[in-house]
């Protein structure tokens, strides 16, 4: 009876399910729910931006926010260049971590940390965007988003009490914000003379670690207290404002600091030539020292004289006494048309016994041809006395990579009062009705100053400097600049054309010590000028 009772069951169980399912089967076959909707299709312009960012959550940053650069051109440089970054960049870790490993293993009576392989791997970092900001100052300042998945094999072997332990890291992944900026800006290779590089926020860091051969991240609770404490390391050693300095270069070579004052007095010139119809000369000299961006200083025009004196006085900042050298040259005063040049003279400043006076008595050339056979006409001479003076240890302007420092003035500034320097940049979107050849003119206490002109160009750079020896602190005083377009052609029409002005009050010029701005030029439409002013005093 029990064998029937299981045999029945089992039949029972079978045929039920097979109807079961051939029921199911054709229920869902033949009948269609009443109560499902179609989906709504909605077009991703109609999203808003959190369910975009849920949707797609791997949207490059130069999408996503308009502040990022496209970088596809950097990415394939790095894909093309990882090879040999690959080495340089372990080279350069080995020789950052080197100093900091000696400096920390006395502290855990460790004998010696050592790296037994080094490399990043085949796979290089990509660069998902880049935010480039723009400064008044001589900086560049760059944001890239760093993502490397890599496949690194870095093993390191730990020395204590007579054991050796090796730790290897593989699979790395960092996802990074560094802020890299290139200061100061020199005009020598590579342009910049160091790389400071900070981190914006905690980088995000995963990787395995093998120890003895086996996965030590698999330990519980030791994998999250790792990442935790590597972010924080970081952190605390290269988050913004805290930096990594790279330097590149010399600062104080790149951009040739001042090493002395060269004193120049101009005495008299002799047996000068006949240059105006009547027979006479109106000299004046021009100084100038080569290699310097500064403009010529001048003597007064003696007219109709041709053996002048003048007994003036100048003094110039040297900053490469081996190359620059003293350029000398005489004009006849035209007050219509150009100014005829009656000769020149140079005199290289190597030539100098430093602290010792030279009185000098210079033939006038036509130009300092050797071959030139003009040069063997006589066109008078030139007394000066030149004195180099090289600064001193305490007198040597330092932290000259400070692009936000004011320097000191010069020897002979008057105790109450200073030198006031004046830089005049760029300007931009500054044009005229009839040509745009800008160049400034600066107006201060009635002594006018220009640049140079710029031709056919709406966004000119000058980086012109301009110093006033004053008495006192200007604080009740005013600059006033205008741009100025002059026409590059001979015409009595539209020679000259003002495309701006603007004045500025120097009492915070005196009580900040440097002040570098864009003004908004009156009188133009959309122009701007860029000024940098600096009040330097002997204290």
């Avoid at 600091?257 to 119809?277: C, F, Q, S, T």
Wanted: net charge neutral.
């Amino acid at each position: 009876m029990g064998i029937l009772s299981t045999i029945l069951g089992l039949w029972g169980f079978g045929v039920g399910t097979s109807i079961g399912v051939v029921i199911g089967y054709y229920m869902f076959i033949y009948f269609q729910p009443t109560d499902v909707k179609d989906p709504v299709i909605r077009p991703l312009v109609e999203r808003d931006t959190k369910s975009l960012q849920r949707l797609l959550t791997e949207i490059p940053l130069w999408i996503k926010n308009p502040d990022y650069d496209r970088v596809d051109w950097l990415n394939r440089f790095i894909e093309m260049m990882w090879p040999y970054l690959d080495k340089a960049i372990c080279k350069t870790a080995k020789n950052i971590a080197k100093p900091i490993i000696a400096e920390q293993i006395p502290k855990y009576k460790i004998e010696s940390v050592e790296f037994e392989t080094l490399t990043l791997g085949s796979l290089p970092p990509t660069v998902s965007g880049m935010k480039v900001y723009v400064t008044d100052d001589k900086e560049l300042i760059m944001e890239p988003t760093v993502k490397w998945a890599g496949n690194p094999n870095i093993t390191i072997a730990v020395k204590a009490f007579g054991l050796k332990a090796t730790v290897q890291v593989v699979d790395l992944q960092v996802f990074a914000t560094p802020r890299i900026t290139l200061k100061p800006l020199v005009p020598t290779f590579p342009c910049f003379a160091k790389i400071y590089v900070s981190l914006m926020e905690k980088p995000h860091v995963d990787f395995g670690l093998k120890l003895f051969g086996a996965d030590a991240m698999s330990i519980p609770g030791l994998y999250r207290f790792v990442q935790e404490l590597i972010k924080d390391q970081v952190a605390n050693m290269y988050l913004w404002p805290k930096t990594l300095e790279v330097p590149i270069m010399d600062p104080g070579k790149a951009m040739k600091k001042p090493v002395g004052i060269l004193h120049v007095k101009v005495v008299r010139a002799m047996k000068l030539k006949k240059k105006d119809l009547l027979g006479g000369s109106d000299p004046y000299v021009k100084l100038k020292l080569t290699e310097d961006k500064l403009p010529s200083k001048k003597t007064a025009v003696r007219h109709s004289n041709l053996n002048p004196e003048w007994n003036e006085d100048f003094k110039m900042v040297v900053k490469d006494p081996e190359s620059q050298a003293l350029e000398l040259m005489v004009y006849d005063w035209e007050q219509v048309g150009k100014h005829d040049k009656m000769g020149m003279n140079v005199i290289p400043l190597k030539e100098l016994t430093p602290d010792e006076t030279k009185v000098m008595t210079l033939d006038l050339l036509k130009n300092m041809d050797p071959n030139d056979v003009q040069n063997e006409k006589p066109r008078g001479q030139i007394v000066v006395e030149v004195l180099y003076k090289p600064f001193t240890e305490e007198e040597m302007p330092h932290n000259i990579e400070d692009s936000n420092e004011v320097q000191k003035a010069p020897e002979g500034t008057p105790s109450g009062g200073g030198m006031l320097v004046v830089i005049i940049h760029e300007a931009q979107n500054v044009e005229g009705k009839h040509h745009t050849n800008p160049y400034v003119r600066l107006l201060f206490r009635g002594e006018e100053k220009k640049t140079k002109h710029v031709k056919k160009n709406r966004d000119p750079r000058w980086e012109e400097e301009f110093e006033f020896m004053l008495e006192e602190p200007p604080t009740k005083d005013r600059l006033h600049f205008e741009v100025v377009s002059a026409s590059s052609r001979m015409g009595l029409l539209h020679p000259k054309e003002s495309l701006g002005y603007v004045d500025v009050n120097l009492s915070d010029v005196v009580s900040n010590k440097r002040i570098n701005e864009k003004y908004n030029l009156i009188d133009s439409k959309n122009g701007r000028i860029q000024i940098e002013l600096q009040w330097r005093t002997s204290s």
